[in-house]
C-alpha cells in the first residue's frame, strides 16, 4: 500500500490525466449527447498538455479521436444522424481543434518550463558563487559546500525523489553552513581542539545559517528546514526513549551524509582526511544511530559508482 502511494504521489500527474481519460472513455459509450462527448474529451487533453507537455499532449489527443472514431463506428446512429456532410464536418472540426489545443497549451508548457529552468540555474549559480565567496579564506574547506551540494543531489536521485525535492537538496548543501558567515575566523580554522563555548559556538551554525535564510523570505522556505536540521542525528536514545525522527526532514538527513563523508576525506587543521572506503565503513557503521539507513545505503550506491569510475 505504502508503495503504491509513493507511485501515485511521484506520478500525480500521469495518474489524474489516465483517470480522467479513462472517465471520457467510458463516458462515450454511455453518454448519447455527442457535443457533451467532444467537450468532455478537452479535459484530458488539456490537463496533459498543461501538466505533461506538448508531446504527452499530443498524444492524448490523437488516443482521444481514435477512441471517438471507433466509437463512432459502433455506433454510427448516434455519431451520424442527421446530413452526413455536417456530422462528419463536425468530428473532423472537433478533431482539429482537439489537436491544436493540445499543441498550443503544450507548447506553452514548454516554454514556461524552460523560463522556469534557466531562472533554477541562476539561482543555483548564484548560490554557487556565494558558497565559493565564504569559503574563499579558509584552504581547508575550500569547495567543501559545492562537493556537499553534488553529492547529495546525486544520493537525491538515487533515491529517486521529485525534481523540485532534488533542487531544494541541492541548494541546501550549498548553503548548510552559510551560518559560519558569523562565527570568527580564529575559532574555525583552530588546530588545536576546541573549548566548550567554541564547541557550542560551532554547533549553532545551522540555526544561524537557517534565520539567515529566512530573511530573504519565501525564496529559500524549502531550503531552511534543511538547514536548519542537518547536524541532528537520525537516532538519538534519551532515557530509554526515541527522538521522532520524522521531525528531521529526509533533505537534512541526506545532507547530513554528504557533509560527513566529505569532512572525513578532507584535510582539516587537526588532522588528515580519511581514504574514502573508510570515510564508508564509517559512515556505514553508524546507520540507523548518526544517520538514516535508508539514505546511507543510497550513498553506497552513488560512492560505489564513483570509486570505480575511478
Not at 119 to 130: F, R
Not at 138 to 146: L, P
Not at 219 to 238: G, Q, S
Request: hydrophobic share 50%; with cysteine.
Amino acid at each position: 500500500m505504502e508503495q503504491i502511494k509513493q507511485y501515485i504521489m511521484k506520478h500525480f500527474e500521469k495518474v489524474l490525466v489516465a483517470i480522467i481519460f479513462v472517465v471520457a472513455f467510458f463516458g462515450t459509450y454511455f453518454i448519447e449527447e455527442v457535443s457533451l462527448i467532444f467537450n468532455f474529451y478537452y479535459l484530458p487533453v488539456l490537463v496533459a498538455s498543461y501538466f505533461l507537455g506538448r508531446r504527452i499532449g499530443i498524444l492524448v489527443a490523437i488516443l482521444s479521436i481514435l477512441d471517438v472514431l471507433i466509437c463512432a463506428m459502433l455506433f454510427p446512429n448516434r455519431f451520424f444522424s442527421g446530413i452526413l456532410w455536417h456530422n462528419i464536418v463536425r468530428l473532423s472540426s472537433w478533431s482539429v481543434f482537439l489537436f491544436l489545443a493540445s499543441v498550443t497549451v503544450g507548447t506553452l508548457y514548454e516554454q514556461n518550463d524552460r523560463r522556469l529552468s534557466d531562472l533554477k540555474n541562476a539561482y543555483i549559480g548564484i548560490i554557487e558563487i556565494l558558497a565559493k565567496y565564504l569559503e574563499s579564506t579558509d584552504r581547508y574547506t575550500k569547495g567543501h559546500s559545492i562537493r556537499v551540494s553534488e553529492l547529495a543531489m546525486e544520493v537525491a536521485i538515487a533515491m529517486e525523489l521529485p525534481r523540485t525535492q532534488v533542487d531544494n537538496i541541492r541548494a541546501a548543501g550549498l548553503l548548510h553552513d552559510i551560518g559560519k558567515i558569523e562565527i570568527s575566523t580564529e575559532v574555525l580554522g583552530k588546530a588545536a581542539a576546541l573549548t566548550s563555548e567554541e564547541k557550542a559556538l560551532m554547533d549553532s551554525h545551522a540555526v544561524k545559517g537557517a534565520y539567515l535564510l529566512s530573511s530573504v523570505g519565501s525564496v529559500l522556505k524549502e531550503v531552511v528546514p534543511i538547514v536548519v536540521a542537518h547536524h541532528k542525528y537520525f537516532m538519538d536514545t534519551i532515557e530509554g526513549s526515541e527522538k521522532d525522527t520524522q521531525k528531521i526532514p529526509l533533505g537534512a538527513r541526506i545532507v547530513a551524509v554528504a557533509d560527513a563523508f566529505d569532512a572525513m576525506v578532507t584535510d582539516r587543521p587537526y588532522r588528515k582526511g580519511m581514504q574514502p572506503w573508510n570515510a564508508v565503513e564509517e559512515i556505514i557503521a553508524k546507520a540507523g544511530k548518526q544517520f538514516d539507513p535508508e539514505v546511507v545505503s543510497a550513498f553506497k550506491r552513488v560512492i560505489s559508482q564513483k570509486i570505480e569510475g575511478v
